[in-house]
C-alpha cells in the first residue's frame, strides 16, 4: 500500500501465487493502479481477463462434456466475475501489495473488490508476458489458484446473478419487486463508486457498493438475500 513494496511481501505474494517472476517491474505494474502514477496496470487488466476467460471456458468444456452451451456460460460468469477474484485476491494477500494513489490510501481501496479483482487480472497478464506467451505455463499456474472451485461447481446449481435470484425470491413470495437507488457517487470522474439502495418490503434497507451502478445494485441485492437466508433459520 505504500509507494515502496517490501521485496519480502513480493516474495511472500510470489510463492502464494506460485509463480516466480523473472522480471519483477511486471508484478510491480500488475499491483500499481492509476491513482499511483502514469505507469499503471490498466493495459495488463485488460489482457488478463482475456486469458483468464479462455483458460477457465476450456476447462469447463473438457470438465462438463454434456452441458449445453448457457450452461458452461453461466458456472464461467460465476467463476471469473468480481467476487470470486476479491475472494482470490484477499487468500493472497493482493490489498496489502497494491500500490495506490493518497486518494485511494485514504477512502481504503486496498480492500475494495473492484481493485483486487482488477488486480488479479493484471497479475495474469504480467505472468503471460513474463513467460514469453507461455500459455500453458499461465493456465497451470491460474487453475492452481480455481482448483476447489472447479471441482465444486455444478451446471445444476443455480448461477444467476444477486438480482435476479432476489427477483424470482420475491415473486415466489407475491412482494413487490426492490426499488435500487443510488445514494451517492464517491471519487474521481475517472475512478467513481457508486452507493445504491435496495429497498424491499419487510427489510432494513440494504446499501451496496461498487465501481458502477450495476456493481452496486449486485452487491446491494445480495444483501438483501443474506437477510432472507439468515432469517428463514430463525
Not at 483486487?116 to 506467451?133: K, L, R, Y
Request: proline content about 3%; hydrophobic content about 35%; glycine content about 8%.
Amino acid at each position: 500500500m505504500s509507494e515502496k513494496i517490501n521485496v519480502i511481501e513480493l516474495q511472500n505474494l510470489e510463492l502464494k501465487l506460485g509463480y516466480s517472476f523473472q522480471n519483477i517491474s511486471l508484478l510491480n505494474q500488475a499491483l500499481t493502479h492509476r491513482s499511483f502514477g502514469s505507469v499503471h496496470n490498466e493495459r495488463l487488466e485488460y489482457l488478463g481477463d482475456s486469458i483468464l476467460g479462455m483458460i477457465i471456458a476450456k476447462d469447463l468444456y473438457d470438465r462438463f462434456p454434456k452441458c449445453p452451451e448457457g450452461d458452461l456460460t453461466r458456472m464461467r460468469s460465476t467463476l471469473v466475475r468480481e467476487t470470486t477474484l476479491a475472494e482470490l485476491a484477499r487468500e493472497f494477500g493482493i490489498g496489502n501489495c497494491l500500490r495506490l494513489g493518497p486518494g485511494e490510501l485514504k477512502t481504503g481501496g486496498f480492500r475494495r473488490d473492484s481493485l483486487i479483482a482488477d488486480a488479479v487480472e493484471s497479475i495474469i497478464g504480467a505472468m503471460f508476458i513474463d513467460t514469453n506467451e507461455d500459455f500453458p505455463r499461465v493456465r497451470q499456474v491460474v487453475l492452481s489458484w480455481f482448483a476447489s472451485r472447479l471441482q465444486t461447481i455444478k451446471p445444476d446449481v443455480n448461477q444467476k446473478d444477486h438480482k435476479s435470484t432476489l427477483q424470482e425470491l420475491l415473486q415466489s413470495m407475491h412482494k413487490p419487486l426492490p426499488i435500487y437507488k443510488v445514494e451517492n457517487i464517491k471519487g474521481t470522474d475517472n475512478d467513481q463508486i457508486f452507493v445504491v439502495s435496495a429497498t424491499v418490503e419487510g427489510v432494513p434497507v440494504q446499501t451496496g457498493e461498487g465501481s458502477s451502478r450495476r456493481r452496486a445494485e449486485q452487491e446491494a441485492a445480495g444483501l438483501v438475500l443474506d437477510y432472507f437466508e439468515k432469517n428463514s433459520k430463525k
